[in-house]
C-alpha cells in the first residue's frame, strides 16, 4: 500500500515523520553531485537509479499536497459551518474567513502544508540538477567516444 493510502487510514499524524524522511534524503542528496575523483562509468551507472529514486520521493511529495489541500478545504468547510451554526449573530463572510483562518486546527493544517510545499520544492531542485548533471554526463561521454575518433596510431 502506498503512503497516501496509510494517511486516508491514520489521518495527518504520520506527515512530520514522513517529513524527516524527505528532510535527510535531501541531506543525502549533495554527495551525489560531487563528480570530482569518480569514475565514468560509475557515474553513468548510478546516475538513472539516483533521478528514479528521487523522482518517485518527488512524486510522493506532490500526492501528499494535495491531499492536504484537499484536507485543508475540508477542515475550512468543517470550522466554517461550526462557526455558522453556533453563532448568536449573522457573520459576514470577512468575519468568518477571519475565524476560519484563526482556529488552531487551520493553522496547523496550514503550517504542515508549508513544510510539505518546502520539501517539495527541495526535491524539484534535486531532480533537475540530476537531469542536468545526466546531461552534462552524455556530453562528457559524447567527447570521450569523439577523442577515440582522433587517434593516429
Known amino acids: 500500500m502506498s503512503f497516501i493510502g496509510e494517511l486516508k487510514k491514520t489521518g495527518l499524524a504520520q506527515i ?3 517529513l524527516q524522511v524527505y528532510e535527510q534524503l535531501v541531506a543525502e ?3 551525489l553531485f560531487e563528480l570530482r575523483g569518480k569514475e565514468l562509468e560509475e557515474l553513468n551507472r548510478d546516475h538513472a537509479q539516483n533521478l528514479m529514486f528521487y523522482d518517485l520521493m518527488l512524486q510522493e511529495a506532490k500526492t501528499i ?4 489541500k484537499l484536507k485543508m478545504e475540508e477542515t475550512e468547510g468543517l470550522i466554517y459551518r461550526k462557526y455558522i451554526e453556533s453563532s448568536a449573530r449573522a457573520l459576514g463572510a470577512n468575519d468568518l474567513k477571519m475565524y476560519v483562518r484563526g ?3 487551520y493553522v496547523e493544517a496550514n503550517q504542515i502544508l508549508i513544510d510539505v510545499a ?3 520544492k527541495q526535491l524539484e531542485a534535486i ?3 540530476m537531469r542536468t548533471m545526466g546531461w552534462s554526463l552524455s556530453n562528457i561521454v559524447k567527447l570521450r567516444v569523439g577523442q577515440l ?3 593516429v596510431l
Not at 65 to 68: A, D, K, P, R
Open 16 to 18: 512530520p515523520d514522513r
Open 29 to 31: 542528496a549533495a554527495p
Open 65 to 68: 499536497e494535495e491531499y492536504l
Open 103 to 105: 482556529d488552531p486546527e
Open 118 to 120: 518546502h520539501i517539495r
Open 127 to 129: 531532480v533537475e540538477s
Open 149 to 151: 575518433d582522433h587517434i
